[in-house]
Structure formats: structure tokens, C-alpha cells
């Protein structure tokens, strides 16, 4: 272990301590109240002031281990390819696929890559790599889990963006985990730097859906209005349907129509303090048959979804700056 390494391990620790060993404090400053919106002032990140975050999880400890240490799920929460050798020593890749190829050239690989520090099986998983440390904890008893990020960096960056990261990564964690047993239903959540409003008026602007597709859009943007979505990739597959319902600020509803029969499409936002919380649900799927398309089968739909609210994330954190 090299000096820089066991210095920031270190600094993990002694941060830890101090956060339990003063719980006066962290209750004191869980009063103030958080400012809203992406525009706030970033709140540079330091070595000895760690971003916490914690998320309880309804499902049993092991299978949130399983989840943090294995590839599949976590690279269905980065949308990417991942790589976890979760042994002291072992190596690990984390590609945040949809953010290197959507966000503006900036000359980030949008990855992050380096070695296991510590690994206690069923409990505690320590990553290091370009300046940064972060301990995943996992407890529980029975059905529920508490998993636990304290994150610890040298690197340049904002606190706010690491704290907005981590708090986006449980989110999507707990969101598949707990994922509704019902085949026939989709639901996906994630965190977006910016107003309820504004994400959900992308849903109804023909310019700003042509980009986060990308492909050629046409919407009426009324409770009885239709849209179309032609999208680039796969290369001539048009959508469509009809707006249900607008509530402004709040929730969107449309059916589908690329299935047999058509379907329905619920997207809403809440105000969080790291911006808004997006829900979608598609209901009423067939859980094994293809959709309209061939290929199109349950999967691919949630992908497809999964893919566009990566695409609107990615969007509003660089100012509504995307590649298309």
C-alpha cells in the first residue's frame, strides 16, 4: 500500500469516528434548511469532511452485498460496464456507459478504476482509485438492509456533486432491489440536478426530446395530444401515443402504443434537496412477449427507459449541453 493510499485509508477512519462520536452536531445541521436547485454554490470537497450517505433497503443483508459486489446489478445502475474483483487487492472498473457517450467532450473517461482496500464478506467493501476512497457498509437483520457510503477524496471536485452522485447511486440501488413483483410493470427512479418542472416539460418540448433520444420528435403538449418519437437508434422504430394527463410541475401520463395493445406511461418529480426525485412506471406490459418491435420485449423496454433517464440527468447536469 502506498503512502498517498494508507493516508487517505486513514483519513476514512478518523472521519468516521468523528461523524459517530458527535451526533449532536450532524442532528443540529440536519435542521438547516437545504437550498434548492442545481444553481446552488458548489461546496469544494475535503479530505476530512466526508460525504455520508445512507438508504434503508427492504431486502436481506446478502442480497444487498451480492448487489454491491457483483457485476450485473451495478452496471445496471451505472448503465455501463463494470468490473469488481471484491477481494483486498483485487481490481475494479466502474464505465458509466450513457455519460461518455452523452455528455459534452471534457476529457473525463467517465470511469473510475482502482483496487479493494478491505472486503469483509457480507459487511464492508473498501474502494480506492484517483483520489478517492469510499466504504460501503452493509447491515441488517431479517428482510432489511442499511447500506452505508462514506466517501473521502483529494481530488478536485464539489461535494455537493459527490454527495448528489452516492445519494442517485442508492436511490437506483433500493429501486432495483425492491423492484415491484408484478412482470408486467417497469419502474425506475433517479435524481436530476434541476426542478420537477423542467424535467417533466422535456416530456412535452419537441426540441429538447429530439435531443435526449435523439431523433426526430413531433408532440401536441395537452391532456388529448399526440406525440411521435422517431428515434436514431434503433435506427427507424417510431413511438407513439397520447398524453392522459399534464399535471404541471408534477406528473405526466401517455399511453404507448408500440405494444400489442396499448399500454401506459407514468412519469413524476418531486423537490428533493439534490434537485428532483423521477419516477417512471410503464404498466400493463406482457412479461414474456415482444412489443410491437421484434426485440422489444420487457428487457428491452426497461432499458430503453433506463437509457433516456440517464440521457435527462446527464442533460441538466451540463446545463442542458448533450451530445446527440
Do not use: N
Not at 103 to 119: E, I, K, N, Q, Y
Request: proline residues 7%; charged residues 25%.
Amino acid at each position: 500500500m502506498d503512502t498517498e493510499t494508507s493516508s487517505v485509508s486513514a483519513k476514512v477512519i478518523m472521519a468516521t469516528r468523528k461523524a459517530r462520536t458527535k451526533p449532536a452536531r450532524a442532528r443540529k445541521s440536519a435542521k438547516k434548511p437545504a437550498k434548492k436547485g442545481p444553481s446552488r454554490k458548489p461546496k469544494k470537497s475535503s479530505a476530512v469532511e466526508p460525504v455520508v450517505e445512507s438508504l434503508a433497503i427492504s431486502v436481506p443483508r446478502e442480497r444487498a452485498w451480492e448487489a454491491l459486489t457483483g457485476p450485473g446489478v451495478l452496471g445496471d445502475i451505472l448503465m455501463g460496464h463494470v468490473e469488481m474483483d471484491a477481494r483486498p487487492g483485487g481490481a475494479f472498473a466502474w464505465h458509466w456507459g450513457v455519460w461518455a457517450r452523452a455528455a459534452p467532450a471534457s476529457g473525463s473517461s467517465h470511469a473510475w478504476r482502482g483496487h479493494v482496500l478491505d472486503a469483509v464478506p457480507g459487511s464492508t467493501l473498501v474502494l480506492s482509485g484517483g483520489g478517492s476512497t469510499a466504504t460501503l457498509t452493509v447491515k441488517g437483520e431479517g428482510g432489511a438492509s442499511l447500506v452505508t457510503v462514506v466517501h473521502v477524496t483529494t481530488s478536485p471536485g464539489s461535494f455537493e456533486d459527490y454527495q448528489y452522485g452516492w445519494a442517485d447511486f442508492l436511490l437506483r440501488l433500493k429501486t432495483r432491489l425492491e423492484r415491484p413483483a408484478l412482470q408486467g410493470e417497469l419502474y425506475l427512479r433517479t435524481l436530476v440536478r434541476a426542478k420537477p418542472a423542467d424535467v417533466l416539460r422535456t416530456f412535452l418540448d419537441s426540441k429538447q426530446m429530439a435531443k435526449l433520444l435523439p431523433g426526430k420528435v413531433k408532440i401536441t403538449p395537452k391532456p388529448g395530444g399526440r406525440f411521435e418519437w422517431t428515434w436514431t437508434e434503433p435506427a427507424g422504430v417510431t413511438d407513439s401515443g397520447q398524453f392522459l394527463e399534464i399535471a404541471k410541475g408534477h406528473r405526466i401520463a401517455f399511453t404507448w402504443e408500440g405494444t400489442p395493445r396499448p399500454t401506459e406511461v407514468r412519469v413524476s418529480a418531486d423537490t428533493t434537496p439534490y434537485g428532483a426525485m423521477v419516477a417512471l412506471e410503464h404498466l400493463g406490459m406482457s412479461p414474456h412477449s415482444t412489443h410491437g418491435t421484434p426485440g422489444r420485449g420487457r428487457q428491452s423496454y426497461a432499458r430503453m427507459w433506463a437509457h433516456l433517464l440517464e440521457r435527462i440527468r446527464c442533460y441538466f447536469y451540463f446545463g442542458k449541453r448533450i451530445r446527440t
